[in-house]
C-alpha cells in the first residue's frame, strides 16, 4: 500500500513567486493534515481537512497560504507570493479518522527554500 | 501559547548504554504521541499515551505520561546503532483543536555509536 506522497519533494523559488506543494493521501484516509518545520523551529500545525472540508485551520499564519482539497481526495497547498520566512519543510500526513490513538501517516515532505 | 519542552535537544552515547528522553509542559495535553524520524523522511508514530500515569513498552522503548498529562518520558534500554534518530513529542491539546492540531517539541537528536 502506498505510503503519504508528496510533491515536488524540493523547491527553490525567488521572493515574490507562487508555489504550488501537493500531498496525496494514503488510499481511504478522510483526514488530511498539514504541518510545516522552519529551520531551528518545532513542527508547526497548519491545518486539516475531514474529506473536502477544513475541520480545523488555526494553524495557518496568513492570507499567502491557500490550501484545498477538491473532491475530498488529494490536495495542494498554495504559497502566494512567497515570502523568505516561507522557507521550511512543509509536511502532509493523514489518517483514517480522526480519534484519540488513530495513526497519522507523514509523507516524506516539501523542502521549500524561497531566496 | 501551549509549549512542548524536550530535553536534551541532543544525545551522542555509546551502543549498550540507556537514556532518558523528556517532554514537559505547563499546559495539560489530552494525549501524548512520541514519534522518530530519520533524514529525509517525515516523522514515524511510536506511540500514543492517554491516560494520566500511563506507561507503555514497545521493546527496548518504554514511554510514561505524566499523571498531571503536562509531562511525558521516553527511556531506552541498551541503546543500539539503529536507534539512532531524531525523537519528536507531540501533544493534542486538552481544550479545543482537532487530533491532528499536535504541538510538537523541538525533538531530541540521537546518535548511538557501535
Known amino acids: 500500500e502506498a505510503g503519504v506522497t508528496q510533491f515536488p519533494s524540493h523547491s527553490v523559488i525567488e521572493k515574490g513567486q507562487t508555489v504550488t506543494l501537493r500531498c496525496d493521501p494514503i488510499?481511504?484516509?478522510?483526514?488530511l493534515y498539514w504541518y510545516r518545520r522552519v529551520m531551528g523551529k518545532e513542527i508547526k500545525f497548519l491545518l486539516h481537512f475531514v474529506k473536502e472540508s477544513k475541520q480545523d485551520e488555526s494553524g495557518m499564519p496568513n492570507n499567502r497560504f491557500l490550501a484545498e482539497r477538491t473532491g475530498g481526495t488529494y490536495s495542494t497547498l498554495k504559497v502566494q507570493p512567497a515570502e523568505l520566512e516561507d522557507s521550511g519543510v512543509y509536511f502532509c500526513?493523514?489518517?483514517?479518522?480522526?480519534?484519540?490513538?488513530?495513526?497519522?501517516?507523514f509523507g516524506e515532505g516539501s523542502w521549500l527554500t524561497v531566496v | 501559547t501551549q509549549l512542548l519542552e524536550q530535553s536534551p535537544q541532543f544525545l551522542s552515547i555509546q551502543e549498550g548504554e540507556n537514556l532518558t528522553v523528556y517532554c514537559n509542559s505547563s499546559?495539560?495535553?489530552?494525549?501524548l504521541q512520541w514519534y522518530r524520524q530519520e533524514p529525509g523522511e517525515g516523522p514515524v508514530l511510536l506511540v500514543t499515551?492517554?491516560?494520566?500515569?500511563e506507561v507503555k513498552k514497545l521493546k527496548r522503548l518504554t514511554f510514561q505520561f505524566g499523571d498531571a498529562r503536562k509531562d511525558s518520558s521516553l527511556h531506552i534500554t541498551a541503546a543500539q546503532p539503529g536507534d539512532t534518530g531524531l525523537y519528536l513529542c507531540a501533544g493534542v491539546a486538552f481544550y479545543g483543536g482537532s487530533q491532528g492540531n499536535l504541538i510538537f517539541g523541538k525533538g531530541t537528536k540521537l546518535s548511538v555509536k557501535p
Open positions: 488510499s481511504g484516509h478522510d483526514n
Open positions: 499546559s495539560v495535553f489530552s494525549s
Open positions: 499515551v492517554v491516560t494520566g500515569g
Open positions: 500526513a493523514s489518517s483514517q479518522d480522526g480519534l484519540v490513538g488513530n495513526t497519522i501517516y
